[in-house]
């Protein structure tokens, strides 16, 4: 007989005992040995087991909020409202150019008129006195070195000659 026979012959003979023994453990051959205790729940079988039991009603507030109900979370304070925010005051408009040119001035008593016109113009121009608009701007004084202008609560300074 060879070697690798031997060890066929030899795991042949070991399944055969380990069916054996699987089949009496199986068929109950053993069953009054294994030492298991025979257990049965606590369940009334009568009404007169449940007399010692409270009433439904008992329970109410535990009924009335459920386990994993968000309601059942600890108080927690909301957290503080944040500052105000400050009043955000608008910067005062910057004075644009309202494109407007002083041509002249003329002074004569108690008349003030003075001579203006719009840079992109081909030299029309008006003279205007005080407290009289020129292309929605409303000229508040006239003096000798030029004119004050306002609109919308801005003032310009327009000056007949460039200051030095």
Known sequence: MTPLAGVLALLACLNVLLGARLATLSLGGEASSSGRAAWEAPVPRTIATVVGRQPLERYAEI???????????????????PPAPMPVVAPPPAAA???????????????SKAYLQSRGGAGA???????????GWRVTSIDASGVRIEQEGRAIELQLYPRN
């Open 63 to 81: 009924l009335a909020h459920p386990v994993f109900q968000k309601s059942r979370e600890p108080f927690v304070p909301p957290p503080p409202a």
């Open 97 to 111: 150019d309202p494109g407007l040119l002083v041509g002249g001035v003329m002074i004569n008593g108690g008349t």
């Open 125 to 135: 121009g008006s003279w205007i006195n005080e407290n009289e608009t020129f292309q």
